[in-house]
């Protein structure tokens, strides 16, 4: 899998998902989310995201650092981030491509209970348009 995600990748979707896996509320970012994903060959991973309309959620999410895939995961090394608590943490994720859609799940505690969250991105073509 590790070839296959290089590349730059637009979100489309970004979900907090209940136990069955259904959307809960409008999501972290709004409901209309957009951000980027850039995957390296060198190993360097680079992901911004945004709110599209202003809400009571954060205004921007980004970070960057080193990555590899081990298994149906992916591994995300933060050196920097908007989230200072970040910085220096390993984050897996679950990762499932199907053609142009690769789709990442993860677990995160929010208000000190976990939650599943679900980002669908979609490779990106030159100048910025997905496919």
Same mark, same amino acid.
């Given at each position: 899998?590790?070839?296959? *995600?290089?590349?730059?990748?637009? *979100? &489309? #979707?970004?979900?907090?998902?209940?136990?069955?896996?259904?959307?809960?509320?409008?999501? !972290?970012?709004?409901? #209309?989310?957009?951000?980027? *994903?850039?995957?390296?060959?060198?190993?360097?991973?680079?992901?911004?995201?945004?709110?599209? /309309? !202003?809400?009571?959620?954060?205004?921007?999410?980004?970070?960057?650092?080193?990555?590899?895939?081990?298994?149906?995961?992916?591994?995300?090394? @933060?050196? @920097?981030?908007?989230?200072?608590?970040? @910085?220096?943490?390993?984050?897996?994720?679950?990762?499932?491509?199907?053609?142009?859609?690769? /789709?990442?799940?993860? /677990?995160?505690?929010?208000?000190?209970? !976990? &939650?599943?969250?679900? *980002?669908?991105?979609?490779?990106?073509?030159?100048?910025?348009?997905?496919?």
């Amino acid at each position: 899998m590790t070839h296959d *995600l290089v590349g730059v990748w637009r *979100l &489309q #979707a970004f979900h907090d998902v209940d136990e069955a896996g259904r959307p809960v509320g409008e999501g !972290p970012l709004g409901t #209309a989310p957009d951000g980027m *994903l850039v995957y390296t060959a060198g190993g360097h991973v680079s992901v911004s995201m945004m709110p599209t /309309t !202003p809400g009571p959620g954060p205004s921007y999410m980004g970070y960057a650092g080193d990555w590899r895939a081990v298994g149906g995961k992916v591994v995300h090394r @933060i050196r @920097i981030s908007s989230r200072a608590d970040w @910085i220096g943490t390993e984050q897996s994720r679950d990762a499932e491509l199907n053609g142009d859609v690769l /789709t990442v799940r993860a /677990t995160r505690e929010v208000d000190a209970r !976990p &939650q599943r969250r679900v *980002l669908v991105w979609r490779r990106a073509e030159r100048g910025g348009r997905t496919r």
